[in-house]
Each structure stands twice: as C-alpha cells, then as structure tokens.
C-alpha cells in the first residue's frame, strides 16, 4: 500500500514538473514532426550521404556457353541471315563476340565509380546467395535469368527483342538497402532499354531508307557506346514497397524511433529520484516512518514504468492522430509497450540505486548525456541501423531502445506476434537483471542511512 | 519516568569525532534541550536517537528498549522535524500532510480528521491547497513540523525548526511547541539560540566539539556562574593588546575578543566597572556601547568554552 502511495506521490511530482515534463513529453513530439518532415526526402531518395556500402550477391541462373552458342546459330540462321551480305553477317558476329552482357552488367555497371560507391558485390550460387540473404549478410540477391546472354545479345545486336527479367530479392528487415538496390537495377535495365531502343531506331531507320543491311554496320559503334551509358547512369532511387510488407514511412520510422529513445529519459529521471529523496531528507523521513528501503525503490521502479507506458501511451497517440502512422496490431504493440516500460524501469532503478550509493548526480548525468545518445546511435534512433557501418550494427544489440523499435516496426511491417516474442522476451530479461541488480545495490548501503553532517569540520575545527 | 536515556554515546567519521562519549536522559513530559553552536555534535546526535545513524559506541533506550535493536517498533513513537525542510516542494501542503500521514499508516476518514487537526495546530488550514514552494520559509517550517505530529509521536525531535525565518513565524513556532508540550509530549530540541532553549525548555545539555560541557536546568547552569556577570563593550579599535590590560583589573576573571566586541566576566562587575572604564581609557580607546548581562546560557557557554554560541 505504501508503495501505491510513494508511486502516485512520485507522479504528482513529475507532472507538477514543468521542466521534466517538457523533455520527457513533449520534446520527442516536437522531434517526431520535424524529423518526419526533416527526413521524408532521405526516406523517398535513399541518399543517406556517407552511408556504408550495401552488400548484395548476384546469382547467375544462365549458361554462358550455352547461351554464346545459341546465339552464334541464330545469327546464322536462314532467318536471321537473310538479305544480309556476307561481310555485314561476319561483321556482326565479330560484334557479337565483343558484347559481353554479363561484362556489361558487372563490369560496367556494379564496378562503375558511381554504383560502386553504394553497392558491393559478390557472385554466388543461388543456394547460398539465400542463405546469405536471410543471415541479413546481403541486402539483395540478384538474379540474372535464364537465358541472360543470350536474350541480351539479341536485343543489343538484332532488330529483335526478347524479355529479361532480372530479379531483385530483399530482405524484409533491410527494407531501405533493398530498396536502394531494386532502384538501381531499375536504373540499369532503363538505361539498356535506351541504348536498345536506339539501336533499333537505327535499324529501323536504315531499313525504312532502303540502306540495306548498312544499318547493321554501325552496331559495334553503337554497342561500344553502352559501357560510356553505363558510366552515365545516376542512381535516382524510387520507394519500392518491399513485397509483401507495409513499407515504412519517415512518419512511421521517427515515430518510433522518437518514442524507443526517449522512454530512456524516464529512466534517466527516475536515476535522480532517490537522490533527490535523500538530499531533500524525505528519504530519511520515509525510513523514519517505517518504510523499508526496497519498498522505496519498488516505489521508483514502477514509477519509471508509469512514466514510460504513460509516454508511450501520448507518443502513440499523437503520431496516429497527428502524422497517421498505422501502429499495427494492438494486442502485440501492447506487449511490446508493456516490455519496454519494464526494461526501462529496471535500468532507472538500477541508476537510482547507483547515484543514490554514489551521492552524487555524475551516473545520472552520464546516462543521460552519453549513454542515452549512443544507445540512439547504435539502436537506429536517429537513422536506420542497416545504412550504418558494419560495426555499429555488430553493436546494435547493445541498444534497449534498438531492441524496442525492431519490435515495434516488425508490427508496423505487419509481422505476427512470433515474430516479436523474442524481442519481447529479451526487454523483459533486461527489466528483470537491471531490477535485481538495483536491490543488490541497496542492500549493499546497509539498514541505516547516512545523514548530512556538514557540520562536523567546524567540530574539528 | 525516564522516556529516553543515552549512555556513552559516540560517533566517529574517519578520524573525527563528531559526537564524543555524551550521555543525558530525558524524562516523559518534559522539554528538553540541546544546545550549541554549529558543528557542536546536535544534528548527529539526533540522527542517531531517530535510528536513522548507527553510533560507533554506545547505547540509546527508549522507555527502556535499545533503538539498535527494535528500531522498526521505536521509529513509530518518535516524531522527527528535520532541521532541512523534508517537504516535496511542487506538492501542495495537503498532499504533502496526506502522503506523510499515508506513511505512517494512517488513511480514510481517520488520516482527513488528522490532517485537519494538525493543520489547526500549525495555524495552516487556510493555505494547504497551494504548493508548499509558494509558501513563506516560516510557513514551510510549520508544514515541516505537522508532518511529523500526523501520527501522534510520543517523543518530538526537533532538529533547529526555527533557522532561516522571521520573527513572527519563529514565535508561532515557539508556541507551538508549549503548546504541544502542555498537552502531553516531550520534546528534545535543538537549537544554537540560546534565548529559544531559555524560553522553551526545562533542562539543557550544552554541547561543543562533540562533548557535553554541561547539562542541567538553566538554574543549575547559571549556577555555574553564579556571581559573575558578563559585561560587553563595544569599542572603536578592539585589540588583543586591551585584553591583557583588562584581565589585570582586580576582580576580572575573564576577557574576550567575542565576534568583535570585548567580553569581560568578573565578580561585582558593577563595582569594578569604573576601573574596566579607567583601563579601556588608558589604552587610548573610546567606547560606543557598554551591555550588562545577568548570568545566562550565553554566559554559561563563553564561561565554558571561552567563545560564543555564534561563533
């Protein structure tokens, strides 16, 4: 019962604090809209600066032999052959033996100083490419389809074109790098169809002036152009859905993001709470009136929960209302809401235990100004985790908040409650070893208290 | 009846004695005293009698049971007014009395009745709806003192509750405490006021560096004096040089240099107070002021310790 009193007087004590109440309610709301709109444009564009390399496979699902076979007897076919001269059939042949797609798509293409800023690639086989892909090790497998070479000669050196259709597979949770990628074949099969759509122009146009099979002489020039388009590509990034799954909005991320980073302020504030008991003597009076110390800290514990559920409670709230993020499912948002309350609660208990053994606010403090920040950092609260460096994202796991917005964007993704359990589970851990520690902490600070004696140097004196 | 008794009671941090072997009693009904200046050892002292502070030696029995091992069942007949306003600030006063006296156990109707009652005899039932950081520093004092009536303590421990306020406030204070007194509870307080211990309590231990230099009622510590008088002079250059020559004038027992007036004690001070006049003179010194005090606790204490309670 008194720790039903000390929790209500706690937040009286909170809400009647303007200050407290400004960073830890109504800061993540104003950083939640500006950083929407701030980011929109990095979310749309994909251009997230100097961002580290999204590592891809691409899977060769053609015969290369095979298909240069094919193609050598179609050039030679009646068909195909027909109304052209001997010299312009061996001219194009020789031509067809120095277009090399699969040179153009790699070499020219993934390798060019602009692509090769952004991706980097491997070649592998298919089964190990998704192996690959659902280790989160690449961000995209690429398929080069059956047929590649061959129906890519054809459309590059004849007046014919066939179908290609190189796919694209990503991983769910590395939505934004899949999309960067998808965007980038995207970039690569429009400038190809250009080249091609020109080379028959020019076919066409040779054909339509009677110039015989001139029009076929200045394919090798033609097709010695598409390694300078290659080089001419920019990459212009489009938003991609990722299949099957919402996509996740600048709204969407940043309302989460906002809401995982700042719930650590609850625990950042509940770390100063028994100090200021202590300083202010109300400590003393409560142990004075027969409250056990745990009992107090019991008090602080589930007053962070509060305050955090109460935060996640507005944040929520306010970006459905106000930036109409879809949250998903409520029955797994709540678990995940409940979860995170309690990690949060027992790491600001464990701050409080720490500072008020300590005496002095230098833990909460750095808490507050360091830990919190590299926890955002590495956690994705202030840009996705998989556009950071490879080893932020090694440390990722660190992060209480990393773990919370995972959870909560799988939802937003439309992931079922299998999906989350173990995030769900791990916060719960975390509330529960950081609440243990804070009572061995305590318990270490003996059954009395120690008073201010600032008088006791004049007593030496 | 003895309600308190503390034996040999010593407290240490590192190498400083804060507290060094005091030993009093206090008896059930009474108000009684501790006196001193600032780092004489009362705020310890009282720390270790509310159990908040474990002494490094010696015993403390209420009504006859150690504070060290039932602390849990003692805590509950001890009132204790810190001397730092235990308050939550951006509380109001009601809540702030509701939440202590929630503290102690009590609730519903019986917590509301007591809440009021105690508003009554803190004079401040017209203000409990505001914050208690709207309040004066006397108004803040009294709240100090009602959260710990709320549960109708058998003994008052009040650690210097009139520091920092007005006048008016420190009377209301003082009669608060009569008051509370004639009706039944006993009271230790502390204070470096000389005149609130002479006007509050029966008997007084007075207290320095940690030690008790003395204890009795104020008859029985004046007595310590008894045929001295205190004469304080104000003088336009008071030196150490004049402190000899006073000392050399014939019925002077004492001179001192006391937060920049002369302090000078001596038998029939009104008979030899020509020749300190003549002495004060001959040093080339003019006097701005001459005060004769009657034997009191101010006397008592330069007597003991050579210096004021405000030093």
Known sequence: MKIVKIVLKDLKTVLSDKKALAMILLMPLILMIILNFGMKGVFMSGDFGDMS??????????????????????????????????????????????????????????????????????????????????????????????????????????????KVDIRVLTHPDMSISGQVVRSIVEAYSDA??????????????????????????????????????????????????????KNISSADYYAVAMLTMFILFAAGHGGRMLLEEKENMTYHRMIMAGTPKLGILAGKFFTVFLIALLQISIMITFSYYVLKVQWGSTLPVMLISLSSAFSVAGVGSTLAAATFKAGNYKMANIFETGVIQTMALLGGSFFPVDILPSMFQKLSFLSLNGTALKAYLKIMMGYGMEEIIGYVGVLTAIGALFLVLSVLILRGEGETVNVKYNKIKTAKA | MTLLKVDNLHKNFGSTKAVDGISFRVEKGEIFGLLGPNGAGKSTTISMISTLMPPTKGEILFEGRSILEEPKSIRQKLGVVPQDIALYPTLTGYENLGFWGSMYGL???????????????????????????????????????????????????????????????????????LELNRQGMTIIYTSHYMEEVEYLCSRICIMDQGRMIASGTQEELVELIKGETLVSLKLDKPGKDILEGLRSVKGVTKAELVLGEIAVTGENVDIILADIIARITEYGRRISSIDVKKPNLEAVFLHLTGKALRD
Do not use: C, W
């Open chain 1, 53 to 162: 390399r999204i590592n891809i496979a691409v899977v060769k699902q053609y015969d290369k032999a095979e298909d240069i076979l094919r193609f050598d007897r179609t050039l030679s076919s009646g068909f195909f052959s027909q109304g052209m001269s001997k010299e312009t059939a061996e001219e194009l042949r020789e031509s067809g033996e120095d277009v090399d797609p699969e040179g153009i798509f790699l070499g020219d293409f993934l390798d060019s100083e602009e692509v090769a800023k952004i991706i980097s690639y491997r070649v592998e086989e298919e089964n190990r490419a998704y192996e690959r892909l659902n280790s989160r090790e690449v961000s995209a497998v690429v398929l080069l389809p059956d047929n590649f070479i061959y129906d890519m000669k054809i459309n590059m050196l004849t007046p014919f074109r066939n």
């Open chain 2, 107 to 177: 609730k519903g109707a019986g917590l509301r009745k007591r809440m009021e009652e105690v508003a009554d005899i803190i004079g401040l039932n017209g203000r409990l709806k505001d914050r208690v950081d709207k309040y004066s520093g006397g108004m803040k004092r009294r709240l100090n003192i009602g959260a710990a009536l709320l549960h109708r303590p058998e003994l008052l421990i009040m650690d210097e509750p009139t520091v920092g306020i007005d006048p008016q406030s420190r009377n209301h204070i003082l009669d608060t405490v």
């Open chain 1, 192 to 245: 190809m169809s250009s080249v091609i759509i020109g080379k028959n122009v020019l076919v066409e146009a040779a054909m339509e002036h009677d110039l015989g099979d001139d029009g076929f002489k200045g394919m090798k020039e033609t097709m010695e152009g598409i390694s300078s388009a290659m080089e001419g590509i920019r990459v212009d990034i489009d938003n991609v859905e990722v299949e099957g799954r």
